[in-house]
C-alpha cells in the first residue's frame, strides 16, 4: 500500500506558466510534507515543505498547498522556468521516517 | 548549505563480490543517515535507517545480512552489499538530517549498482 502517491508521472508546460504538482496521501498521522527536486544524476535536493498544521507556505516562485480533509497537497511554480525542469518528490514525514511519491517529471518549454 | 558526500557515484561489479558504499556527512554531524533504494521511475525506498553507535534499522523485506550496514562516526555510514546478484543491481542513495528529525534531508549524490 503506497502511502504516499503522485498520480502523474510528467507533466509538460510552456514557460512563464504556472506548473502544478500534485500529490495524494492516505496517513493522517504525517508531521510535514516537502518537496525535493532531482536532476539526472544527483541526489534529490529540498525545495520547500510545509507543516501539517499549516495550509499555506510561499518561498519565492514556489507554493506548498495542504488540503488535509482531501489528504492532499499540491507545489506551485509560477512562473515556469526551463531550469524548472528536473523530477519533483513528494514526501511525508512522521516518526522519524519520510516516505516518498514516485516522482513527477517536469518539462518547462521555453 | 549542509553537504553529504556518497562514493562510489558507479560500481560494476561481478556476481557473488561484495560492495561497500560511503556516505559522509561533509559539515554537520549525524547520528542518524537512511539508506534508500531506487528503481527505475519509482519512489525512494527506504531501506534502513543507520544509527550512530549502535544498530541500524531496518524496513520490512530488507535482508539485513545481505545490506550490512556501519555508522561508525558522527559523518560517516556505509553500506555493503555482500554477495550481490544481478537482481542487486539499483540507484542507492543516503541522505542525513543536519538539524535533527523532521528537519529536511540531505542526500547524497547516489551510487549506481550494477552486478553482472
Known amino acids: 500500500d503506497q502511502q504516499v502517491k503522485q498520480n502523474s508521472p510528467s507533466l509538460s508546460v510552456q514557460e512563464g506558466r504556472i506548473s502544478i504538482l500534485n500529490c495524494d496521501y492516505t496517513?493522517?498521522?504525517?508531521?510535514?510534507f516537502l518537496w525535493y527536486k532531482k536532476y539526472p544524476a544527483e541526489g534529490p535536493t529540498f525545495l520547500i515543505s510545509?507543516?501539517?498544521?499549516?495550509d499555506k507556505n510561499e518561498d519565492g516562485r514556489f507554493t506548498v498547498f495542504l488540503n488535509k480533509s482531501a489528504k492532499h497537497l499540491s507545489l506551485h511554480i509560477v512562473p515556469s522556468q526551463p531550469g524548472d525542469s528536473a523530477v519533483y518528490f513528494c514526501?511525508?514525514?512522521?516518526?522519524?521516517?519520510?516516505?516518498f511519491g514516485d516522482g513527477t517529471t517536469l518539462t518547462v518549454k521555453p | 548549505g549542509a553537504v553529504v558526500s556518497q562514493h562510489p557515484s558507479r560500481v560494476i561489479c561481478k556476481s557473488g563480490t561484495s560492495v561497500k558504499i560511503e556516505c559522509r556527512s561533509l559539515?554537520?554531524?549525524?547520528?542518524?543517515m537512511f539508506w534508500y533504494r531506487q528503481f527505475p521511475k519509482k519512489s525512494l525506498m527506504l531501506m534502513a535507517t543507520?544509527?550512530?553507535?549502535?544498530?541500524?534499522?531496518?524496513e520490512q523485506g530488507v535482508e539485513k545480512d545481505k545490506f550490512l550496514i556501519n555508522h561508525a562516526s558522527l559523518t560517516l555510514s556505509t553500506l555493503t552489499v555482500t554477495s550481490a546478484h544481478p537482481e542487486d543491481s539499483s540507484f542507492y542513495i543516503c541522505?542525513?538530517?543536519?538539524?535533527?528529525?523532521?528537519?529536511?534531508?540531505?542526500f547524497g549524490n547516489g551510487t549506481r549498482l550494477t552486478v553482472t
Open positions: 541522505s542525513a538530517n543536519e538539524q535533527g528529525s523532521g528537519s529536511p534531508l540531505h
Open positions: 496517513n493522517s498521522m504525517f508531521d510535514y
Open positions: 510545509i507543516s501539517s498544521i499549516k
Open positions: 514526501a511525508a514525514y512522521n516518526a522519524g521516517k519520510s516516505t
Open positions: 559539515d554537520f554531524q549525524a547520528t542518524t
Open positions: 543507520s544509527n550512530e553507535g549502535s544498530k541500524a534499522t531496518y
